[in-house]
């Protein structure tokens, strides 16, 4: 057992963070002396006990600092253990002495502990951050007791997780010299041997005890080193230590080199896997806030090149930083103790003190989370990452290659939609991907995953001043500073995504576009955990970029995609026929416009829809059932809960001229991705279904574009067609388009009795026709090309329906009378058009013939001629009301009105 203690980090301006250091040594080593010229910036021969300090806010690190003194500390130690309940009450205390290396109780050299002095209150030991620990330079048994008593006790009572520095106070006392005998009273002159000696020892120390983080000499009576003490310590507890180094592999610990290597991604903007000149300068301004010269790239270029170890691991390529180049750059500084710089960069990017990033609020609101889609940014990522981890350029990303994109997310590092993470990232939606669901029963909770990659970075040695901007290296504590120790360096090599047969990762490889299916397939399910993930490989979303970066972005883009090479062709649908439609003159996949269409399928239970899922998405059916709704190819039931497949097809849309503002014959070619979720008839899924698209559903939910209504033709009833009209009644309104689709129907004509009376719904509700569709698997490569084809024009008559895009034609009807409401809908907006025309015709005569009735009124009234209701005349008129005599006299008024005027 041990005792607790509290972890580092920094505070923040409004919320300081409290601190305590613990100073222990034996007696008489200066320690009260220690604090009390600290805080007083006196000297004090007799200084009184100062048990418990508090120093003032520090505004730099915000924290709150207490240093606690000690008297009789070991004993403290330990009642402070059995108060906890963390020691045995029936161990003596001569047993625990022994047990840690200590001298007997009968020894005449028993520790501080034999003193008069009451021992510290155990209200100062049960929760320190970390511990000074004292020893006097001119007492040479006070340093042996360190190693004997002290540091062992120390790991006993904290298990090693406190940090500890080391002070040698009283330097003032010795002096290096040739040779002298020393008396007392006098400096004790040391030779350069005996002060090499003494440096070895305190090596050796660190060692052993891997907790103590620096030893420094010090003075308290001249004030020599006395604040480096104390912020040494301070740093310990705010920059701590053993998240950056693991000192037994002497090397980058795993999870920091995860964090490191995906700051890397965010930084490398041409994704070309290095960190040019600029791009290091933007890190460093963004970061530092100071600018990074060329004298300072020059020096670091060479430190990361004189500490390589192995040839293999490039450092530097093509005059750029490397992952393990960048990663050298922070190994430098953690062997140079200066830990305040890799946790400066990694809390800028959201790290805690345990390296788990923290996800951004607004990366995972729920705002417009129903209709989020990949943004354009997202999509042109997930592209370069694509390219960029693409290993031999053959337009496929192998499992290994899906392994290093995923290997900076905490482990286990394997893709979103694999079994493993699957089940805790879709959590609460309401479907999960199809290559989620498990083919093995999932491990226990606390059960291992397969092991995460690491990166062959190796141990730099110490450095060499390079220079004074703020990602260059300054000098350490001083001479006696002693570094990490250096150990040889143990390669990890890379992860095998296929060493856990329980969890196997991919059996092919993916082309471009299988490659966005799975994101647009996640990205429907959750969107909240898809911009998670996307952070998590260093997506950082990009809003309100002017115009003039976006035309640079879309031309980087293009440029890009000119010099890559085209995928390879794939067996899946959308994909299989890539080699034969991709010619010289073809765009590649990923410089083609993509949209989405989320599709939701209903029927009735044994209706076929699972393997016209299967069809659609180009898996083969595994003909267990005839129905196909038993089991899917991997074995696993569909229908226990909502799961969702993809597919995607090509397809070509007319371009508009914009001279002419018409479409010209010009065809342009886009792929779409189509995301079908098939939902089981039990119930319960109805219920959730029925809140889902009312809107009103709490869990995450996703928008549909399209509903498919299945049913099946190769029954003499139509039971399956009526659970179908059952299902559009209570579920649809008249705003949500839908498809009807006919399975089974092998050796069918239109004039079954099922088909006909689909046919007939569908005309009432001014609809298209129902498909037709057969998912008999056959060994015929002929049948089989037609089923590829047959499949291909569904998807295609899909995407007509959704109106995915514009110029995409023929335009289907999947709105109940929806090119009926349409003209009503243009009727009345010309009515109303007409209305308002009238309205505004009427509102101008009147306003005239007021004006007009004003001026004659007038003139009338000067002549004094001026009769009863004639200022209305003119509306009779064009009312007509009045006749010719009317006209004429009115005519015959304004005459003579004019004459009067003259």
Same mark, same amino acid.
């Given at each position: 057992g041990t ?5 580092g980090?920094?505070?923040?301006k ?14 008489g080593?200066g320690k009260?002396s220690?604090?009390?010229t600290?805080?007083s910036?006196?000297f004090s ?9 508090r120093l ?17 500390g070991?004993?403290a130690?330990?009642g402070?253990?059995?108060?906890s309940?963390d020691?045995n ?12 290396g200590g ?8 520790p501080?502990a034999?003193?008069t002095k009451?021992p510290l209150p155990?209200s100062?030991?049960e929760?320190?951050?970390c511990i ?5 330079l001119?007492k040479?048994?006070t340093?042996y ?5 002290w540091? =062992? *006790?120390? #790991?006993r009572c904290y298990s &090693?997780e406190?940090? @500890?520095?080391?002070?040698? /106070?009283k ?7 040739s040779?002298?005998h020393p008396?007392a009273?006098?400096?004790v ?11 070895q020892?305190?090596?050796s ?7 103590v983080?620096?030893?420094?000499k010090c ?7 006395i ?5 040494k ?7 701590p ?9 002497g090397q980058i610990?795993?999870?920091?080199q995860?964090a490191?290597?995906r ?7 041409d994704?070309d896997?290095?960190?040019?000149n ?12 100071? =600018? *990074?010269? #060329?004298?300072?790239l020059? &020096?670091?270029k060479? @430190?990361?090149n004189?500490? /390589?170890p192995t040839?293999t691991?490039?450092v530097?390529q093509?005059?750029k930083?490397t ?10 500084f953690?062997?140079?103790?200066r830990?305040?710089?890799p946790?400066r ?5 959201g790290y805690d003190?345990?390296l788990?990033?923290q996800?951004?609020e607004?990366?995972t ?7 989020w ?6 999509r042109?990522f997930l592209a ?6 693409d ?10 290659d899906?392994g ?5 997310v905490p482990d286990p590092?394997l893709?979103p ?5 699957g089940?805790?990232?879709?959590y609460?939606?309401?479907s999960?991907p199809k290559e ?6 999932p491990?226990?909770v606390?059960s291992s ?12 040695g110490?450095?060499?001043f390079l220079?004074?901007?703020?990602i260059?290296i300054i000098?350490?504590?001083?001479p006696d500073?002693?570094?990490p ?5 143990q390669?990890t090599?890379?992860m095998d ?5 329980s969890f196997p990762m ?6 471009y576009?299988?490659?966005m299916s799975?994101w ?6 959750a969107?909240e955990?898809t911009r ?6 260093g997506?950082?979303?990009?809003r ?10 879309s031309?980087r ?7 890559a090479?085209?995928?390879?062709s794939s067996?899946?649908?959308?994909a299989q026929?890539s080699a034969?439609?991709t010619?010289s ?8 416009p993509?949209?989405e269409?989320?599709v939701?399928m209903?029927?009735?239970?044994g209706?076929?829809k699972s393997?016209?899922v299967?069809?659609?998405s ?5 003909g267990?059932?005839s129905?196909?709704?038993a089991t899917?190819?991997t ?7 909502p ?12 371009v508009?001229d914009m001279?002419?503002?018409k ?8 792929v779409?991705h189509?995301?079908?979720t098939e939902v089981?008839?039990?119930?319960d899924?109805?219920k959730?279904?029925?809140?889902l698209?009312?809107g ?5 939910t996703?928008?549909f574009?399209?509903?498919v209504?299945?049913f ?8 399956s067609f009526s659970?179908a009209r059952?299902?559009?009644k ?6 949500v388009?839908?498809?009807f689709?006919?399975t089974?129907?092998d050796?069918?004509t239109s004039?079954?009795q099922?088909?006909a009376?689909?046919?007939e719904?569908?005309e ?6 129902p ?5 008999a ?8 090309r ?5 499949a291909?024009?569904m998807l295609?008559h899909l ?15 999947s ?9 009503e809908?243009a ?10 025309l009238v309205?505004v015709?009427?509102?101008?005569a009147v306003g005239?013939g ?8 007038k003139?009338a009234a000067d002549n004094?001629r001026r009769?009863?209701g004639s200022?209305f005349g003119?509306?009779?008129?064009i009312l007509g009301?009045?006749?010719r ?6 005519t015959a008024?304004?005459s003579?009105?004019?004459?009067a005027v003259k």
């Amino acid at each position: 057992g041990t005792m607790s203690s509290k972890r580092g980090g920094a505070g923040t301006k409004d919320s300081p963070r409290p601190l305590t250091i613990l100073v222990l040594g034996d007696d008489g080593v200066g320690k009260s002396s220690l604090i009390s010229t600290f805080v007083s910036r006196h000297f004090s021969d007799v200084p009184g006990i100062m048990t418990r300090v508090r120093l003032p806010p520090d505004p730099e690190n915000h924290c709150l600092t207490t240093i606690v003194d000690s008297q009789g500390g070991d004993q403290a130690l330990i009642g402070a253990m059995q108060s906890s309940g963390d020691f045995n009450s029936s161990d003596s205390f001569n047993e625990l002495l022994k047990s840690v290396g200590g001298p007997d109780s009968s020894s005449p050299t028993r520790p501080s502990a034999a003193s008069t002095k009451p021992p510290l209150p155990l209200s100062g030991m049960e929760h320190v951050d970390c511990i000074v620990l004292v020893y006097a330079l001119d007492k040479q048994e006070t340093f042996y007791r360190l190693e004997s008593h002290w540091l =062992p *006790l120390i #790991e006993r009572c904290y298990s &090693g997780e406190l940090p @500890v520095i080391i002070a040698g /106070n009283k330097m003032d006392t010795f002096q290096i010299g040739s040779s002298h005998h020393p008396t007392a009273g006098t400096s004790v002159l040391m030779d350069e041997q005996t002060l090499a000696r003494s440096r070895q020892q305190i090596v050796s120390l660190m060692q052993r005890f891997r907790f103590v983080r620096q030893c420094i000499k010090c003075s308290a009576k001249n004030l020599v080193r006395i604040d480096e003490v104390f912020l040494k310590a301070q740093q310990s507890v705010l920059y701590p230590f053993s998240p950056l180094y693991d000192l037994v592999a002497g090397q980058i610990t795993p999870k920091c080199q995860k964090a490191f290597g995906r700051i890397f991604r965010i930084y490398d903007q041409d994704h070309d896997g290095l960190l040019s000149n600029v791009e290091l300068d933007t890190f460093q301004y963004q970061t530092f806030h100071v =600018p *990074l010269v #060329e004298r300072d790239l020059t &020096g670091w270029k060479k @430190v990361v090149n004189k500490h /390589n170890p192995t040839p293999t691991e490039k450092v530097i390529q093509d005059g750029k930083f490397t992952v393990p180049g960048f990663l050298a750059i922070f190994d430098v500084f953690i062997s140079q103790n200066r830990l305040d710089v890799p946790w400066r960069v990694l809390r800028r990017f959201g790290y805690d003190d345990d390296l788990n990033l923290q996800i951004p609020e607004k990366v995972t609101s729920a705002q417009q989370q129903d209709g989020w889609r990949l943004s354009t940014s997202a999509r042109q990522f997930l592209a370069a990452l694509f390219h960029q981890f693409d290993s031999d350029s053959d337009g496929l990303l192998s499992p290994e290659d899906v392994g290093e994109i995923f290997k900076i997310v905490p482990d286990p590092a394997l893709p979103p939609w694999h079994p493993v993470r699957g089940e805790s990232i879709f959590y609460g939606c309401y479907s999960i991907p199809k290559e989620s669901m498990p083919t093995t029963h999932p491990p226990a909770v606390g059960s291992s995953f397969p092991g995460s990659p690491n990166s062959d970075e190796q141990q730099l040695g110490s450095a060499s001043f390079l220079g004074t901007s703020g990602i260059t290296i300054i000098s350490g504590a001083g001479p006696d500073a002693a570094a990490p120790p250096s150990t040889p360096h143990q390669p990890t090599g890379s992860m095998d995504m296929m060493s856990d047969d329980s969890f196997p990762m991919m059996t092919r490889p993916l082309n471009y576009l299988e490659w966005m299916s799975h994101w647009h397939t996640i990205s429907a399910i959750a969107p909240e955990a898809t911009r998670a993930e996307l952070f998590r490989l260093g997506h950082i979303e990009t809003r309100g970029k002017s115009k003039g970066k976006a035309k640079r972005r879309s031309a980087r883009r293009k440029a890009t995609a000119a010099a890559a090479l085209s995928p390879a062709s794939s067996p899946k649908l959308g994909a299989q026929d890539s080699a034969s439609t991709t010619s010289s003159t073809a765009a590649p996949d990923w410089t083609l416009p993509s949209y989405e269409i989320r599709v939701l399928m209903l029927g009735s239970k044994g209706c076929g829809k699972s393997s016209l899922v299967r069809m659609l998405s180009g898996d083969a059916d595994d003909g267990s059932s005839s129905s196909g709704d038993a089991t899917t190819a991997t074995g696993a039931t569909p229908t226990s809960r909502p799961v969702s497949s993809s597919a995607f097809v090509k397809m070509k849309r007319k371009v508009a001229d914009m001279s002419s503002k018409k479409k010209s014959d010009e065809a342009e070619e886009l792929v779409v991705h189509l995301i079908f979720t098939e939902v089981p008839e039990s119930e319960d899924h109805m219920k959730d279904l029925a809140s889902l698209l009312a809107g009103t559903s709490k869990s995450n939910t996703c928008f549909f574009d399209l509903v498919v209504l299945g049913f099946d033709c190769g029954k003499d009833d139509d039971a399956s067609f009526s659970y179908a009209r059952k299902m559009e009644k209570e579920l649809l309104t008249d705003e949500v388009r839908r498809v009807f689709v006919g399975t089974k129907c092998d050796g069918l004509t239109s004039k079954s009795q099922v088909i006909a009376v689909a046919r007939e719904h569908c005309e009432e509700l001014d609809l298209e026709p129902p498909l037709l569709s057969s998912s008999a698997v056959t060994d015929n490569k002929e049948q089989q090309r037609q089923r590829t084809e047959r499949a291909e024009e569904m998807l295609i008559h899909l995407c007509q329906c959704t109106r995915v895009a514009t110029g995409v034609e023929p335009l289907k009807k999947s709105k109940p009378h929806e090119e009926q409401k349409r003209m009503e809908a243009a009727r009345r907006r010309k009515m109303i058009w007409l209305g308002g025309l009238v309205s505004v015709s009427v509102a101008v005569a009147v306003g005239v013939g007021v004006l007009w009735t004003g001026m004659a009124g007038k003139a009338a009234a000067d002549n004094g001629r001026r009769t009863a209701g004639s200022g209305f005349g003119w509306l009779s008129s064009i009312l007509g009301f009045g006749g010719r005599g009317g006209s004429a006299t009115a005519t015959a008024e304004a005459s003579s009105g004019a004459t009067a005027v003259k």
